[in-house]
């Protein structure tokens, strides 16, 4: 199998698969790699991107800060596990370089194509919807209009353009806690205008992402398509459980579903995933692919209260996808 597009990252988190595990997906034993209050300032921090910078990792967290308001805060690391944040939040300016306040920021995901690096997140705008932001140098953020109408959520970008145009998944929603959800794309020349939507995934009738589905990590690409780790939500009698499993996408047409997962690779187990300010939550933003190795280490939020790690393969992850195939 062919990996494309990913960079070889020697000193990314990595621990080996436990003897006897045939999961899709492992727990780094360091879990949870940001705990509670971990500055002092900041009660939460979670659902967070990172990409390999400057040697180490530079990364855009979810924090919650006494306000319980959620900001973007930069952070960065040597070890893609100890992370140094920024006191204060990220300050975005429009591309005028005037700020481009928001209320709040939620569920960044960080993708380089080219020589920038890009975040899309959920932004207040009128409610719930799409933002993006460009960086070079983690320094200067400058953000975009906002790409689509309220209300939409998890906003993924395809890591390079596909037949000359940027690619986004998203998931339209409503202005509260959404109770359904699709996976949509849409394309746009300049990362500006979008549209020339397809439908890509609906929910699924397993149990597990029965009520809703989200796109969690940058797709990754692969000889067999484009490797895409998607949350799904289903609905019990206390709220809500996020857990999350793959697909893999055409290469060329990526609206086009060639694999889906019956099973996730992971469901909320452990207790920093059954206990928190949110129980039951599993949700994957950021996946660090070493090139070489085929290694892949996912960062997710657990429970609305913590980061955490857990690893796999992507020789490992296509070959589950397809064997569990619908
Ligand atoms: C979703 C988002 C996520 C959160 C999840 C569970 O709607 O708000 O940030 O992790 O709910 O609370």
Redesign the pocket.
Known sequence: MIIKNEKDIPNMPWEECPKGCEDPVWRSTQNPIIARNPTGKYARVF?SAVVPFDSGFAGVFRAEDRSGIPHLYLGKSKDGIHYQFEEKPIRFVDEEGKEAFSHYQ??PRLVQIGTSYYVTWCDDFYGPALAIAETKDFKTFVKYNHPYLPFNRNGVLFPRKINGEYVMLSRPSDSG?TAFGDIFLSRSKDLRYWGNCDHVMERGWEWWNLTKIGAGCNPIETSEGWLLIFHGVTNTCNG?V?SFGGALLDLENPAKVLYRSTNYFLTPEKEYETRGF?PN?C?PTSALVDQKTGRIAIYY?AA?TSTCLCFSTVERLVTYTKEHAR
């Open positions: 659902n939620y569920d806690h809500f996020y949110v939550v949700f939020g609305d």
